[in-house]
């Protein structure tokens, strides 16, 4: 089983959908979470870190099961720009392991 | 904002050369880390430092080294680059703390080895 999981997709949505991905980690000590967002050919950016309690920014909403071990990203209202891959990223913690899933695609149409 | 600045974003070097790729953050920060970036193979860390001077080895050390002379440059060197060492690598700096702080990448060097 691989440390961290995503679905590849590619995800097509219209603009204006709702879209939901998903990653499930494999070590229950892992401490933070993250996810980036990849344009093509560009470096991964941070877009939101994901907090216990969940957390919001805008339209982009972060959940954080620990029993479970999954993370998750929503985006409403999807839009053009947001047609890019989303990394979940997971950091054990106390040291430097830090665990890249291999991403999802999103494209977003008009 | 951070910033962490590679020096090339584009490479072209032959099999033998010795490469020397340069990353520089601004935000002080103590750690960075060199990754290489593959189609269907994701993020693979190379080496990673905590401090002036101290390099750990990451998941793919083998044919690369590393220098961290000062706190802010960290060099990633291709003793004898090879054509499977073709690649986009990416540099990254995060802070210490008592949880991990996220991770900053520079815009990549995209590495052609002939």
């Known amino acids: 089983r691989k440390e961290v999981e995503q679905d590849p997709g590619p995800f097509n949505v219209p603009e204006g959908a709702t879209v939901a991905f998903n990653c499930t980690y494999s070590?229950?000590?892992?401490?933070?979470f993250f996810w980036y967002r990849q344009d093509c050919r560009k470096e991964p950016k941070l877009l939101m870190s994901v907090y216990s309690s969940g957390n919001e920014d805008g339209r982009f909403t972060a959940q954080l099961n620990r029993a479970s071990q999954y993370i998750s990203l929503l985006i409403r209202d999807s839009k053009l720009s947001d047609s890019a891959t989303y990394l979940c990223?997971?950091?054990?913690?106390?040291?430097?392991?830090?665990?890249f899933g291999a991403g999802t695609r999103l494209f977003v149409k008009a | 904002d951070v910033k962490v600045t590679q020096s090339s974003r584009y490479l072209v070097k032959r099999t033998g050369e010795k490469v020397f790729l340069e990353c520089v953050q601004d935000?002080?920060?103590?750690?960075m880390f060199w990754y290489r970036q593959d189609p269907g193979l994701g993020l693979r860390l190379i080496y990673f430092?905590?401090?002036?001077?101290?390099?750990e080895k990451g998941d793919i050390p083998e044919g690369y080294s590393v220098s961290r002379e000062k706190k802010e440059r960290f060099s990633l060197i291709l003793e004898s680059a090879s054509t499977n060492q073709t690649s986009m690598y990416l540099c990254a700096s995060s802070s210490s703390g008592p949880v991990n702080s996220p991770l900053h990448f520079g815009n990549g060097t995209r590495l052609t080895v002939t």
């Open positions: 430092s905590y401090d002036v001077k101290m390099k």
């Open positions: 070590n229950s000590a892992s401490q933070s």
């Open positions: 990223v997971v950091n054990d913690g106390g040291g430097f392991k830090t665990i």
């Open positions: 935000m002080d920060h103590e750690n």
